[in-house]
């Protein structure tokens, strides 16, 4: 008797590493962002005066703020992995800049439509998709990894999008132009499916 138990023991023990070596943790950062901007303004640097024009998908910071002219950070994903693959996901941002205030960190999935950052403006971004995450940051904090699992498991061919927007204050953090760009960090079971 005492042989059965120490063999089944043995043998749960066995699976139960067989599956944690199966789990891989994978990090992979942003491939493109942009600032979107959504304006009823003229803008003189933009093409035809127009703010939605504007592409803004080479500058070294993304921004997103709330008023008169509404800016949105779009962000893509190339993930490494079959989204069935996902157990998990999150994303990071790096460091907000002059995050002095309060702030409401809204993440939405952007629709399936491509978009470069050489190009992408108000007129032909993808659409919004549905509310992930509302983070609520106080003054002076980054923003951690946020759940973005759904995002992840509903990407197409690997390649998915990110919106962040602002509640009510401006926030700004760099970009991928920066060097610092947002991260994917993602778990997988290579059993699931």
Avoid at 114 to 120: A, C, L, Y
Avoid at 133 to 146: D, E, F, K, R
Wanted: one cysteine or more.
């Amino acid at each position: 008797m005492k042989f059965c138990s120490a063999v089944i023991a043995l043998v749960a023990t066995t699976l139960a590493t067989v599956v944690v070596a199966e789990s891989r943790n994978i990090t992979t950062p942003a491939v493109q962002d942009a600032t979107i901007l959504r304006s009823s303004t003229t803008c003189a640097e933009c093409p035809e005066s127009d703010c939605n024009k504007c592409a803004l998908g080479r500058n070294n910071t993304l921004v997103a703020s709330t008023g008169v002219s509404y800016y949105q950070a779009l962000v893509g994903f190339h993930m490494p992995v079959a989204a069935f693959q996902v157990k998990s996901c999150s994303v990071q941002i790096p460091a907000m800049l002059r995050n002095d205030k309060t702030i409401n960190v809204i993440i939405s999935q952007a629709g399936t439509a491509s978009w470069s950052e050489d190009t992408v403006n108000s007129g032909n971004a993808p659409n919004f998709g549905n509310v992930i995450a509302s983070v609520q940051l106080p003054p002076y904090n980054n923003l951690g990894p946020v759940d973005v699992t759904t995002a992840c498991r509903s990407a197409i061919e690997g390649e998915f999008s990110l919106y962040f927007a602002a509640g009510t204050e401006r926030y700004e953090f760099w970009s991928r132009d920066s060097g610092n760009p947002a991260l994917l960090h993602i778990t997988t079971n290579d059993n699931d499916e």
